[in-house]
């Protein structure tokens, strides 16, 4: 299996029918991002507010760009007119810069909140106490009107231990169940779980996941 298109479609077999693939094309050239494309792919993923605002000129309009990497404020502005999704709030500053610049351009942004349950210090995302007490407290959708909240992204711990890696993602469907019967309660568009990618994207679906970032699998190994 060597193509692009070929990789796709290995792991498009794999997935049931309502779990959205998002093909991370970050570091990825935009010449192997329209091969996804002529083979169908329409959700591409991207982490940094440069490449994505480099990128997405040069790809049809049609293409649905994810944000999914660690968003600071001051380049928010770069990203939201491109984005269908931002996967990565990780700070009720950053939702609120969101809402402000959705607002001047006349959108709606729809955003997914971090959580942060993976064994390593060093990952971004709200810890899931520090996630409800905000939301809870500090938060109510009147205050961000031009942004949508949509669910939750996570990831898994970096480890083989494919037990710590099913309660990981456990865990973070356990968050979104949560949210989505409490804060949420009365908003049907809060239906996403971010969470899976090319290592351990089977466990993820398992746990309840409706949406997989997937990298290297599709487009092979990046060069930093
Ligand atoms: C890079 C990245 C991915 C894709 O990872 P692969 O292991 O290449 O599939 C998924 N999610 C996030 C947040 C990423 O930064």
């Known amino acids: 299996m060597s193509s692009v298109t070929e990789r796709l479609r290995y792991i498009k ?3 049931p029918g309502d779990v959205t693939l998002v093909a991370v ?3 990825h050239p935009v010449e192997a991002i329209r091969e996804a494309y002529e083979a169908g792919q329409r959700d591409f993923g991207e982490s940094r507010a440069q490449e994505l605002s480099q990128k997405a000129p040069a790809m049809p309009s049609d293409v649905r760009w994810h944000f999914i990497g660690h ?16 996967h990565s709030i990780d700070s009720l500053r950053l939702l609120h810069t969101i809402n402000d610049e959705s607002a001047k351009i ?3 942004t729809d955003v997914l909140l971090q959580v942060h349950v993976a064994q390593e210090e060093t990952k971004f995302g709200f810890s899931p106490a520090e996630l409800i007490d905000n939301f809870t407290n500090e938060w109510t959708p009147a205050s961000t009107p031009a942004v949508r ?3 939750v ?20 469907a356990r968050i979104h169940h949560h949210l989505a019967t409490t804060i ?10 971010s969470m899976g990618m090319s290592d351990d994207f089977h466990l993820a679906i398992s746990a ?17």
């Open 13 to 15: 077999e794999q997935l």
């Open 25 to 27: 094309s970050k570091l």
């Open 71 to 86: 968003l600071q404020t001051n380049k928010v502005r770069q990203v939201v007119p491109h984005v269908t999704l931002i």
């Open 106 to 108: 006349g959108r709606i």
């Open 149 to 151: 909240v949509r669910g």
């Open 153 to 172: 992204m996570g990831m898994a711990s970096l480890t083989d231990d494919e037990n710590r890696i099913e309660s990981d993602f456990s865990e973070i």
């Open 184 to 193: 949420f309660a009365e908003d049907s568009s809060f239906d996403t779980i």
């Open 208 to 224: 309840g996941s409706t949406m997989i970032r997937i990298g290297t699998d599709i487009f092979g190994p990046r060069e930093y």
